[in-house]
Each structure stands twice: as C-alpha cells, then as structure tokens.
C-alpha cells in the first residue's frame, strides 16, 4: 500500500463542471508534486510544493489549479477541462533538503476523463 | 538530444532469465538516478536509488551507474512474469530545481 493517498480514484466531469482532486501524505515530506500522465508516456510535471509555498509551475493552463492547505495536504482544483486533459494525475512527496536528491513517492493517482 | 533517453522495447526475456535495462542522460551534472516500475493502469513504484558509481544490489534487482559514460542500468536477475511492466529510468537534474526527468520507459516482457 502506498503512503500517498489520492482521492477519488475516479473522475468523469464534464468540460464546464469544477472539481478537486485530493492528495495526503504522512511521511512527514515538506515537497509534494502534481504530475499528468497520458497513456504510453512518462509522467509529466505540473507542479512542485517546497514548504507548502509554489515553487515550479511547469507553465501548467489556468484551469489547473493547485493548492497545498498544509504540509501534508495537496489539492488540484479543475475548472473548465478540455477533454484533451483526460489523463491519469499522480501526487507524489519526497524529503527536502540534503545534498542528494530524494526519491518520489507516489500515489495511486487519479484516473480523469473529461467528457 | 532528450535528457534521459532508453529503449522504449518491448524486451523480451524468458523466466529465470537476466533482464538488462539501459537508459542514458545528459546532464552531466546529475547526482541522483532511480528506477521506477509500473504496472499498466497502475502508478510508479521506486524499485531503486542509485547514487555513486558502481552498482547497487536489491534482491533481484542491480542497478549501476557510470556517471562518467552518463549512464545507468538495471538487471534484474531470475526474471519472472510478475515482472512485466514498464520501467521508467529518472534523473534529478542539477541545478536549484532538482526536477526529476523520467525516461520514455521500456516495456518488459516475461515469457513463462
């Protein structure tokens, strides 16, 4: 079982709907990460959380939006999809800090499809 | 040139054989290297962290870096059918953001 949680696994919404995705650890990670992945492809990166402040923005479409309530908490808030973002997202954590990098750990993720 | 490159297969290996997977890069400057395996439909699961150069030994699996030749590898030994899936190569690059760059992937086949 994996340490990052995502909810909900599942998510059909339609182009004008607003949705959230949902994502909690508790490894005590101070980074967390917004990855997209489309079939066949490696994942992508959206967005990098360092302390709970926006530290990368991948030049993500405003329609994505995210949100890190606190150090365990991320959230990625959809509005106005295009079905072209049908795709499975990953929230993923790691330790910060070191002189090396840490391993991602992800979660289970999120399959959306935008009808 | 891509940052991380590897074969995308499939490979194609019989149980119990040794399963080699290669995947080079070009940041020199790279210090961090891990291996993810995926499953279809599924989401990556870190199988390895290598570091310095040589190998690094985990049960079935060895991965090796040669940071000189930018390229690191993972065997995996006794392969079995429970290890078909796709293995994606990642490098965190140098630098202040420390992205981590994966691979395309390459697809595993074990035959039993």
């Known amino acids: 079982d994996t340490e990052v949680t995502q909810t909900p696994k599942h998510l059909v919404m339609g182009m004008t709907n607003k949705k959230s995705l949902k994502c909690e650890q508790h490894m005590g990670h101070r980074a967390m990460y917004w990855y997209k992945q489309k079939a066949k492809k490696p994942p992508e990166l959206m967005f990098v959380y360092s302390y709970e402040k926006l530290s990368i923005n991948e030049s993500v479409p405003s329609r994505f939006s995210p949100e890190c309530p606190n150090s365990s908490l991320l959230n990625l808030h959809l509005h106005a999809l295009q079905p072209e973002d049908s795709a499975l997202y990953l929230c993923?954590?790691?330790?910060?800090?070191?002189?090396?990098?840490?391993?991602?750990?992800f979660g289970n993720g999120t399959r959306l499809t935008v009808t | 040139q891509k940052e991380v490159e590897q074969n995308s297969g499939p490979l194609s290996v019989p149980e119990g054989a040794i399963a080699s997977l290669n995947c080079t890069y070009s940041d020199r400057g790279s210090q961090s290297f891990f291996w993810y395996r995926q499953y279809s439909g599924k989401s990556p699961e870190l199988i390895m962290s290598?570091?310095?150069?040589g190998d690094k030994e985990d049960g079935r699996f060895t991965a090796q870096l040669n940071k000189a030749s930018q390229y690191v590898s993972l065997l995996i030994r006794d392969s079995q059918p429970s290890d078909s899936a796709t293995y994606l190569c990642a490098v965190k690059s140098s630098g202040n953001t420390g992205k981590l760059i994966f691979g395309q992937g390459t697809t595993l086949q074990v035959k039993p």
């Open positions: 993923a954590s790691s330790q910060m800090g070191g002189g090396l990098g840490s391993p991602l750990h």
């Open positions: 290598i570091y310095s150069n």
